[in-house]
């Protein structure tokens, strides 16, 4: 053996990890030169200490220029690159000096194995054949300012190259990806911006593009993730060379990512056929089969997965595919297929392959409870609708007042319980005493103890006067109440003052909350000319705030939080408390706990539900409140009048602020119906759920709601679906959700306030409808929708798919909105719908034509998409929202055709129907930005910045091109063109916008050391 092994480094401040690379490969190699870019740590020191030779270079923003640096020094026969945050596997190491054994090989590649989790697991990687090392003196040089290549292609043919080209059998583990590495060196920053300069520099690069398009994908940027790798083919395609394969799956695993994966059939075929032998374009063709509920035919595919194998590293080769992976969805796919026994098979060999694979376990688990967990399941809810309840009330009452509280807690709703009363008859009225005899009379499963009157209990228009033998009468009844709901094993106590009115919907709203100790809310005047106060607190006896013991809070900060407690109390919702009482349910779990009501011999704190609250809390139980529907407390005879109020409040519907229906459609929403309605508590006063043939958890969540389910079947028409839901709405107002919409907590106190506030003359309430977001969770594109809108003015659903809400009337908009949050694949059920109505004859109506035409567009039928708007915008019927946004999909189509001035005229023509939209202006702008004619580019660019807000008509707007977008492509346009000061004031204007965008940040420090320099003087 002979020969001579140069191993060729650039680094810049790696301390961390360059110790462990250098040590990996120090006994294997000859001499190893490093180019350092810039250190300010000890990397430097660290490279000296291995023997190497450490060269400055000045940074340039170059990669490929630093390693031909490196390159240039090296006097090795073979010349061996690595990064810092790699290292070659230590078995591997002395199989390195092979490539010094005389032979025609000019490259040898390697196996990369490419960490990306927070720890390196080897399940867990992708593999992939890399050109590492290459003879030195034969002209091979890095080429690529970033992400660089060596230009083996410009000495050699392609299939010389090929042919000189050997494979080493070395592991070279690559740590850089892993999430802490990568945040910790901002590489995905630096890497982002170094990109964008190259394809400045080089438009027609296509892996400038393919690039980005990782770079953005990383950062969860889909939109432009998908639309970077599509201009990277397109460009490879252009240059009459094939995609290379890891194109093809980074395109469908944006897909995937985006729950798009239906857009991505039948064309993934195409792609298989480019690369038969690339097992992860077959996992994904299964994935998307899988999504479309074709079973057998995913069944069969993840099959020929697992026949291929992981083994092909001549692609990027996704740890699990032709495995674990393909082993998990096969069984899911059995499953489906009703043979469960081959599915846990399955599951068992996926686990055997990779033990903490958690969604493996989880199936397992719930195949092996198999039909006992779908038993269980059935028993839990049969325990549900027979829970029994016990109401009781101590009862030391006027009669006028008694007569309206039996009245409310007999009109109590009761649906799925069971329902006992329980009174201790402590009255002095005779008057009173029949009334509860008579309750008993009329109602089943009364129970009445009675009393033996002691002492005068008394109130007056002032106040109610207590002593301490009236209240520890009182804690004794209310113990021996509890007593009696242990023994006879009621699942739960209904605790309520005789002087309380309460909403029918009470009892259940209570027990749908879950908890274990709850109060419904009243307020009360405890002292004439007072203000209303609840019947909760946060602290103490009898406290609105909670006090540290570290700092005391002055009267103003106590008063200010105070206030707040309260403003809560009078917002409907479900909150925790440090104390309650009056009107309580307590489950049974609590009761055992050992809740009681008498008195705590080392607490002076007045009243039995003090000790009764210090008590839960000292057990771990959590005391809420629930502020939806206020009670009505008649704390003197001259309430009594607004109790009548009350009451007939409740009998016509009218309760204070407006009543809302919550209406719904669904279909196996199991995964985001839960957060839905939790979004909706204590805004929505009734819940209509239509479903349209659930066969799994989506109807039991929702009754867990208290949701009203009506079953409906599916005939192909979403509207006669929410129009039947609409029709089961009994309250004034009407809310429509999808499952997978929610409302944010800031929306929700928004909605909470308009509830509280809205004009009844109002039919409609326009709201925002936020779609896409960025990776900071602000959002992208929204539109506006008719969300709330009055009953009585019986507003209809119009059209199968795509319906919408045909509303007039008094329409106000609303800052508030609701959230798209899809976690379910996209179908190509609204297409099915559409063909099939196509082909039977049937006429579009020219929204309907409309949608058509976006769904053939969607699933990737590009040429007939472009038909179908043609035929739209020729009737010159449609909304002028839907004729712009068609010309700007029409262009969008001709692009992905490769057809640029059918594009250019589709973008023209949608300024015949109103002003200029800046999404239109922005695609104008990148068109001939992409051509390099920056001073039309420009100009579109200037429009779009200046055309101010967007048009509040509904349409669906894409935020950053109505605000920063323009801007930031004038910077660079401004750039390009040596006009400085323009650029940085676009850049600047930018910023106004997005203050943390990191673009921009990094623009703001480029401009202002030009700007600087330019004032010295300097070059």
Known sequence: MSGKLSLCMIVRNEERHIGRCLQSVKEAVDEIIVVDTGSTDRTPDICRSFGAAVIEYGWNDDFAAARNAGIEQATGDWILWLDSDEEVAEEDRAALREALVPSDNILYAVCTIHYYEDEPKPELAYRLAQQRLFRNGCGLRFQGTIHETLNVLELFPPEEAEARTGMLPVKVYHYGYMRS??????????????????????????????????????????????????????????????????????????????????????????????????????????????????????????????????????????????????????????????????????????????????????????????????????????????????????????????????????????????????????????????????????????????????????KDESTHYWNDTLVDKVASMKDRIIEHALERGYDALFLIDSDLLVHPDTLLRLDGTGKSIVSNIFWTRWQPNTSELPQVWMMDEYSFVRQSRRKALTDEEANRKAAQFLELMRTPGVYEVGGLGACTLIRKEALEKGVRFHRLPNVSFWGEDRHFCIRAVALGIELYVDTRKPAYHIYRDSDIEGAIRFKRSIEKGDTPGIGISLCMIVKNEERSLERCLQSVQGIADEIVVVDTGSTDRTKEIALQFQAKVYDFAWIDDFSAARNYAFGQATEPYILWLDADDVLEQPDQEKFIALKRELDPKVDSVMMDYHLMFDSTGKPTVSLKRNRLVKRSCGFRWIGVVHEYLEVAGHVIHSDIAVTHRKDKTYTDRNLRIYRRKAEQGETFSPRDQYYYANELKDHSYVEEAVVQYDIFLKTKQGWVEDQIAACLKLADCYGRMYERDHQLQALFRSMEYDRPRAECCCRLGALFMAENRLQQAIYWYETAASLGEPPRSGALIDHAAWTWLPLLQLCVLYDKLGQTDKAYACNERALRFRPDHPSMLYNKKYFQEKLAKQEEGRP
């Open 181 to 458: 590495v990568a945040a910790e060196l901002g590489k995905g920053e630096r890497n982002r911006r170094l990109l964008e300069l190259q394809r400045e520099r080089d438009d027609a690069n296509p892996w400038t593009y393919y690039h980005l398009a990782s770079e953005y994908y990383r950062e969860g940027l889909y939109e432009n993730a998908f639309q970077h790798v599509n201009m990277a083919i397109v460009r490879f395609i252009t240059k009459q060379l094939a995609p290379p394969s890891l194109l093809y799956k980074l395109k469908y695993a944006i897909l995937l990512a985006t729950g798009s994966g239906e857009g991505g059939w039948p064309s993934i075929e195409k792609a298989i056929e480019l690369y038969p032998d690339y097992v992860d374009l077959h996992y994904f063709k299964g994935l998307i089969l899988y999504g479309k509920a074709m079973y057998a035919e995913a069944l069969d595919t993840f099959g020929r997965c697992l026949e291929m194998g992981e083994g092909n590293i001549r692609h990027l080769t996704m740890a699990g595919a032709g495995s674990f992976l393909a082993l998990y969805y096969a069984a899911l796919c059995l499953e489906k297929l009703g043979t469960p026994g081959e599915a846990e098979s399955r599951l068992r060999q996926a686990l055997g392959l990779y033990p903490q694979f958690e969604s493996a376990k989880e199936a397992l688990d719930r195949l092996e409870r198999g039909t006992t967990g779908f038993a269980s399941t059935s028993h839990e809810e049969g325990d549900r609708m027979s829970r029994r309840i016990l109401a009781a009330s101590p009862v030391h009452q006027k009669s006028a007042i008694l007569k309206l509280f039996l009245e409310s807690l007999a009109g109590l709703d009761r649906d799925g319980l069971e329902m006992d009363y329980l009174f201790f008859d402590d009255n002095e009225e005779e008057a009173s005493r029949r009334l509860l005899e008579e309750f008993a009379e009329r109602q089943d499963g009364v129970t009445i103890v009675k009393e033996q009157q002691v002492h005068a209990y008394i």
